[in-house]
C-alpha cells in the first residue's frame, strides 16, 4: 500500500506542469503591501532606489508565474502589465485608505489604517489579485485573497469588482462573492455576506450575486443574495437583514425587533440554550 502511494505521489509530481510555492506566493503579497505603504524597516530616499526595489519586485513576480505557466515571455508580460497598472492600483487604494479614515472616528491617521486595519489590508490584496485576474493569470489571484482571507478573516473573490473608496470597518466574516459588483462610496461592516443563491455547476459563467450601487452603507450580519437583487444608491441596509429581492435607491431597510417587560402578563418563553 505504502509502495502505490509513493507511486501516485510521483506520477503528480510528474505529470504537473507547475511549481506552486505557496509560502513564497504569499510573501510575495506581503512584500509589495509594506513596501507600498511604508512597512518595511527601511527608507528610500531617492527615485534610483524606489526604481531598483520595483525592479527586484517585478523581477519575483516573473519568477513566480513562470513556475505556474513555464513560459518565460508570457510572464515577462503579465509582471509588466501588472507593474504599469499598479500606479492605478495604489491611487485606488489611497481614497479606500482615506474613507476608512473619514468613516471611522477610531482612526487617528493614515498610518494606523496601513498597519493596523485588517479591512484595508483585505482591500489591498484584492485590488492585487484583481488586476491578475483581470489578465487572466490562473491560480494567483485566488491564492492571494484566499491568504488575505486567512488573514483578516474577510473573504473578497478577486473576480468581484469594487469602485473607488471602499470601507470595511472591523471586517471580520465579511464574504463578498465572485460576480458581486459594488458601487462608490459604500461602506461595509462586520459580517456582512454578499452571496449567491443556490445554483447549479452549469451556471457558474452567469451572474449570481448582488449589485451594490454606490453610497450604500451595510451593517454588520446582513446577508445579501442573488445575481438579480441590487441595492439601490444611497441605501442603508440595517444589521441582521436577509435581502434576495431588489431595493429601490435612498433606502433604509432594517430588522424590526419587539421588546418585553418581564412584569408584563404576555411574556414569551425565552429560549435556553447551551453553546
Not at 19 to 29: N, P, Q, S, V, W
Not at 141 to 149: D, G, V
Not at 240 to 268: G, R
Request: charged share 20%; hydrophobic share 40%.
Amino acid at each position: 500500500m505504502l509502495t502505490d502511494f509513493i507511486k501516485e505521489l510521483l506520477h503528480q509530481n510528474e505529470s504537473s506542469q507547475s511549481f506552486l510555492d505557496k509560502k513564497r506566493i504569499e510573501l510575495f503579497t506581503d512584500t509589495l503591501f509594506h513596501f507600498l505603504f511604508q512597512l518595511e524597516d527601511k527608507k528610500y530616499t531617492s527615485a534610483n532606489a524606489i526604481n531598483i526595489r520595483l525592479t527586484t519586485l517585478k523581477n519575483e513576480l516573473i519568477s513566480i508565474v513562470f513556475n505556474i505557466n513555464n513560459d518565460i515571455d508570457k510572464s515577462n508580460q503579465i509582471a509588466s502589465d501588472f507593474f504599469e497598472a499598479l500606479p492605478s492600483i495604489y491611487s485606488a487604494l489611497s481614497t479606500d485608505a482615506n474613507a476608512i479614515l473619514d468613516n471611522d472616528p477610531a482612526a487617528t491617521c493614515l498610518q494606523e489604517v496601513y498597519i493596523a486595519y485588517p479591512g484595508f489590508y483585505a482591500i489591498a490584496i484584492y485590488r492585487f489579485a484583481h488586476q491578475l485576474q483581470k489578465q487572466q493569470v490562473k491560480l494567483l489571484p485566488r491564492i492571494w485573497t484566499e491568504y488575505a482571507h486567512s488573514k483578516t478573516g474577510i473573504d473578497i473573490h478577486p473576480a468581484a469588482k469594487i469602485g473607488s473608496s471602499f470601507c470595511i470597518d472591523h471586517g471580520t466574516g465579511i464574504v463578498i462573492g465572485e460576480t458581486c459588483i459594488i458601487g462608490n462610496n459604500v461602506k461595509i461592516y462586520q459580517g456582512v455576506t454578499l452571496g449567491a443563491i443556490s445554483v447549479s455547476k452549469d451556471k457558474a459563467n452567469t451572474r449570481r450575486h448582488p449589485i451594490i450601487e454606490d453610497n450604500v452603507i451595510i451593517y454588520s450580519g446582513a446577508t445579501i443574495l442573488g445575481g438579480e437583487t441590487s441595492i439601490g444608491h444611497d441605501t442603508i441596509i440595517g444589521g441582521n437583514v436577509w435581502l434576495t429581492k431588489s431595493v429601490k435607491p435612498n433606502s433604509i431597510i432594517y430588522s424590526k425587533s419587539k421588546s418585553y417587560s418581564k412584569d408584563q402578563d404576555i411574556y414569551p418563553e425565552p429560549i435556553n440554550f447551551v453553546i
